[in-house]
């Protein structure tokens, strides 16, 4: 049946426009004024934004991290960010044993007949050779045109710089952006090892042992190998001020270089680490200062910073304790592995539910950033450089019907029992949220309805992503 929502404000990336969406099948047909269609099911979005369904670019679901893995798994990842009007992921291949094919081919089970949004998936290049190098030119017949290198974690997924050069090198002959983790892999080797000595072990140190100095240089470097390699590259999860600084000097010396940050980089600080239940807070790259903040802010707000993402890796807070999570008893072990040394507490947060609506009330309410910017950051530029732009990321004639209808006065008690990760925390607990999804459709189906979840296991698609743009 054809859908028809009506009297609403169309919310792009471009501009604002009181226009009807008639959705045929899995696709929008038309996008304009006074629409009307006998036969079609209408949803009255009087008074709501209308919005695209977002897109979270970084996301690990299933990530096996010391001892356990994120607690997120395709279904609920799927659910908790359709919740939050995101009905687009990406997630990580790790490079483990045999070709970067083989790696594909075991992950993408994962999220087949599992999947409750649709997905895609980059390819994390950690194990450098002549023969990975070669078979990069796999990656884009399987519709995998992004990968991921660390400078960080040494012994496990740190490359050299060397091999990063020659990584973004053959990437970008084959139409492949790098995307890169920019910490100072020695620096932090060095500072744990002392830190620990000296028995310091609170989650703080977590921080204190990844200085803030090592991701300006290490981003520098990052753009600096990528205008050696003639290849764009994408500067992930963005904390620092000073990493905002090496963006805009990238780009305005014509490097092909773009970045993110995510939503725990804009509203906590390292002074949260240092709370009595601090490991919630506990990711890496960990979280920053004030004046960090400020940077950030400034790169959203000036255009900077192209994407705002998440970095969604969820653990419990307490894994012995089991939450009813839809009609099962779930435990996961979790961030209490780590009690007593911030070295063994699984890292990373649950955000991709979060993001939309903590960012719409602290960005677009709060005037910093405008609704059209916040279609830009939240979908239309996720779009565009990850190759999935314009059936992702907008609201055209053709594109998929994966639409958020936001509902801009509706005040929400935010929390744990409100998003619907699976997991026992959430960062923004009791935060009073202005704006929340209503409805979300996802190519056309309804899965979310007046706020309740409605979709299924096994609806999303994988998305063989095009070669992406630089924006
Ligand atoms: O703490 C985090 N973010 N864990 C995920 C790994 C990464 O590098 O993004
Ligand atoms: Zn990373
Ligand atoms: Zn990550």
Same mark, same amino acid.
């Given at each position: 049946?054809?859908?028809?929502?009506?009297?609403?404000?169309?919310?792009?990336?471009?501009?604002?426009?009181?226009?009807?969406?008639?959705?045929?099948?899995?696709?929008?047909?038309?996008?304009?004024?006074?629409?009307?269609?006998?036969?079609?099911?209408?949803?009255?979005?009087?008074?709501?934004?209308?919005?695209?369904?977002?897109?979270?670019?970084?996301?690990?679901?299933?990530?096996?991290?010391?001892?356990?893995?994120?607690?997120?798994?395709?279904?609920?990842? &799927?659910?908790?960010?359709?919740?939050?009007?995101?009905?687009?992921?990406?997630?990580?291949?790790?490079?483990?044993?045999?070709?970067?094919?083989?790696?594909?081919?075991?992950?993408?089970?994962?999220?087949?007949?599992?999947?409750?949004? *649709?997905? /895609?998936?980059?390819?994390?290049?950690?194990?450098?050779?002549?023969?990975?190098?070669?078979?990069?030119? *796999? +990656?884009? /017949?399987?519709?995998?045109?992004?990968?991921?290198?660390?400078?960080?974690?040494?012994?496990?997924?740190?490359?050299?710089?060397?091999?990063?050069?020659?990584?973004?090198?053959?990437?970008?002959?084959?139409?492949?952006?790098?995307?890169?983790?920019?910490?100072?892999?020695?620096?932090?080797?060095?500072?744990?090892?002392?830190?620990?000595?000296?028995?310091?072990?609170?989650?703080?140190?977590?921080?204190?042992?990844?200085?803030?100095?090592?991701?300006?240089?290490?981003?520098?470097?990052?753009?600096?190998?990528?205008?050696?390699?003639?290849?764009?590259?994408?500067?992930?999860?963005?904390?620092?001020?000073?990493?905002?600084?090496? +963006?805009?000097? &990238?780009?305005?010396?014509?490097?092909?270089?773009?970045?993110?940050?995510?939503?725990?980089?804009?509203?906590?600080?390292?002074?949260?680490?240092?709370?009595?239940?601090?490991?919630?807070?506990?990711?890496?790259?960990?979280?920053?200062?004030?004046?960090?903040?400020?940077?950030?802010?400034?790169?959203?707000?000036?255009?900077?910073?192209?994407?705002?993402?998440?970095?969604?890796?969820?653990?419990?807070?307490?894994?012995?304790?089991?939450?009813?999570?839809?009609?099962?008893?779930?435990?996961?072990?979790?961030?209490?592995?780590?009690?007593?040394?911030?070295?063994?507490?699984?890292?990373?947060?649950?955000?991709?539910?979060?993001?939309?609506?903590?960012?719409?009330?602290?960005?677009?309410?709060?005037?910093?950033?405008?609704?059209?910017?916040?279609?830009?950051?939240?979908?239309?530029?996720?779009?565009?450089?990850?190759?999935?732009?314009?059936?992702?990321?907008?609201?055209?004639?053709?594109?998929?019907?994966?639409?958020?209808?936001?509902?801009?006065?509706?005040?929400?008690?935010?929390?744990?029992?409100?998003?619907?990760?699976?997991? *026992?925390?959430?960062?923004?607990?009791?935060?009073?949220?202005?704006?929340?999804?209503?409805?979300?459709?996802?190519?056309?189906?309804?899965?979310?309805?007046?706020?309740?979840?409605?979709?299924?296991?096994?609806?999303?698609?994988?998305?063989?992503?095009?070669?992406?743009?630089?924006?």
């Amino acid at each position: 049946m054809r859908k028809l929502i009506k009297n609403g404000t169309i919310v792009s990336a471009e501009n604002s426009l009181k226009a009807d969406i008639l959705i045929e099948g899995e696709t929008i047909a038309r996008v304009e004024p006074g629409l009307s269609c006998p036969d079609a099911e209408v949803i009255d979005a009087a008074g709501m934004v209308v919005l695209p369904g977002g897109i979270d670019p970084h996301v690990h679901i299933n990530l096996p991290m010391m001892g356990t893995r994120s607690s997120d798994d395709y279904y609920t990842a &799927g659910k908790a960010a359709a919740i939050g009007g995101t009905t687009c992921l990406i997630d990580f291949v790790a490079q483990d044993e045999g070709s970067l094919s083989e790696n594909i081919s075991r992950k993408l089970p994962e999220a087949r007949g599992t999947a409750s949004v *649709d997905y /895609g998936l980059h390819m994390n290049i950690t194990r450098f050779s002549s023969q990975v190098l070669e078979e990069l030119a *796999d +990656l884009p /017949g399987q519709g995998i045109t992004s990968i991921k290198v660390f400078t960080a974690y040494n012994n496990r997924l740190r490359l050299g710089d060397g091999e990063i050069f020659q990584t973004m090198r053959a990437a970008a002959r084959l139409g492949l952006l790098t995307l890169v983790h920019a910490e100072n892999g020695d620096v932090i080797e060095v500072l744990t090892a002392e830190a620990l000595e000296q028995g310091r072990t609170s989650p703080v140190w977590h921080a204190r042992t990844r200085p803030a100095w090592g991701e300006v240089e290490a981003s520098l470097r990052a753009v600096a190998l990528a205008a050696q390699a003639e290849a764009p590259v994408y500067l992930v999860h963005m904390n620092v001020a000073g990493e905002v600084d090496q +963006l805009a000097y &990238g780009r305005a010396h014509g490097v092909r270089v773009m970045g993110e940050t995510c939503p725990q980089y804009l509203f906590f600080t390292e002074q949260d680490l240092e709370r009595p239940d601090g490991t919630k807070w506990l990711c890496s790259p960990p979280l920053r200062s004030p004046a960090d903040q400020q940077g950030l802010w400034q790169g959203l707000e000036n255009g900077t910073i192209q994407v705002l993402a998440t970095d969604h890796c969820p653990f419990f807070y307490d894994g012995t304790k089991a939450i009813a999570y839809e009609d099962e008893l779930v435990a996961l072990p979790g961030k209490e592995l780590g009690r007593g040394c911030f070295t063994r507490v699984p890292n990373g947060v649950p955000g991709v539910g979060d993001r939309l609506p903590v960012f719409w009330t602290h960005a677009v309410r709060s005037g910093r950033i405008t609704p059209n910017q916040f279609a830009a950051l939240t979908a239309a530029n996720p779009a565009r450089i990850f190759g999935l732009y314009p059936k992702k990321g907008c609201l055209k004639p053709g594109s998929d019907a994966d639409i958020a209808i936001w509902d801009p006065e509706m005040r929400v008690n935010y929390g744990v029992g409100t998003a619907k990760h699976r997991t *026992d925390y959430n960062l923004y607990e009791g935060w009073q949220l202005t704006g929340f999804p209503r409805q979300v459709f996802l190519r056309g189906e309804w899965i979310v309805r007046d706020g309740e979840w409605r979709g299924r296991a096994g609806m999303g698609q994988f998305l063989r992503r095009q070669r992406g743009e630089v924006i």
